[in-house]
């Protein structure tokens, strides 16, 4: 495996996956909600979602480049973050624009690491565990 080509894989998914989520969720998604759904008073708090984005992406990379147990590792670490987002959506304030941001934020995220396992690996990550299940009889 060569050194690079793992470093530009998890810069990419990191990195250019932050950017451009930033720009679409922070500076698009989030203004256009706001004009809806102005913030309550007095309710500024910072957000640390794009510190579990950056994790995240970093968790999907390295997932995917381990043969065969990187769908367990995302569907884990998915479950867990569904749990955490279930009763944070469930409040007065919640609202079905927030979720959908929250969708699209995780499923961007999915697709950056992917393609950061891809250009880690230099190649398609192998999804041994597709390959072997069978259908339900």
Known sequence: MNVLRVIAGFAFSILVGHIVLWLLIEKTLWPYVRKSHPPEPGNHKSRLSWMVGVLERA???????????GI???AGFLAVKVTARW??????RATADSDNIWIIGTWLSVLFGAVG???ALGHLPILTNIKTISPVQ
């Open 59 to 69: 968790i999907y990379t390295g997932a995917l480049m381990v043969p065969g147990s």
């Open 72 to 74: 367990q590792l995302i």
């Open 87 to 92: 009763h944070g959506s469930s409040g007065p």
């Open 117 to 119: 396992a891809w250009i």
